[in-house]
């Protein structure tokens, strides 16, 4: 447990749980809440288990780490397992939806999806927090501390 928690005092644990925190939380509120017109928790289990064919529970620990996931990130509470999550989810978006759309996001809107270039720089973020912990100001650093 001592290894979950363990980090510095640094400011870019904080600046990167933030980016990342912050940006994924709307995903995950569109998921598991229905906000910003997104589907709502059964409409994207639906679309998890009936669409791509994953079991419930990996679709359900997507939602998790996206919303769950986000608010722990943004408070550094447990930051490696919720950057892992996060970095997983953003694995299986590129492997299961977005490889076929190439690189580069769709912004003339003239594919059918976006590309990957956005996941790769959420999975390079959530690497770093795995490796580092959460860093300054996180719930992490105050646990292991005591």
């Known amino acids: 447990m001592r290894f979950l928690l363990r980090t510095d005092n640094h400011i870019a644990g904080l600046l990167l749980r933030l980016a990342l925190g912050i940006v994924m939380l709307p995903h995950g509120a569109q998921k598991a809440l229905g906000m910003f017109e997104g589907p709502g928790f059964q409409d994207s289990m639906g679309y998890?288990?009936?669409?791509?064919?994953?079991?419930?529970?990996?679709?359900?620990?997507?939602?998790?780490?996206?919303?769950?996931?986000?608010?722990?990130?943004?408070?550094?509470?447990?930051?490696r397992i919720a950057a892992l999550g996060i970095g997983g989810v953003m694995v299986a978006a590129v492997y299961l939806v977005h490889l076929d759309d190439g690189f580069f996001m769709n912004w003339l809107g003239t594919k059918s999806g976006e590309g990957f270039e956005y996941h790769i720089l959420a999975v390079g973020i959530a690497l770093a927090l795995v490796l580092r912990g959460g860093g300054f100001l996180s719930i992490d650093r105050a646990l292991s501390a005591r």
Do not use: D, Y
């Not at 079991?55 to 930051?79: D, K, R």
């Open 48 to 79: 998890f288990t009936g669409t791509h064919g994953l079991p419930w529970i990996l679709g359900f620990l997507a939602i998790m780490a996206e919303s769950v996931g986000a608010l722990a990130l943004i408070f550094g509470f447990l930051t």
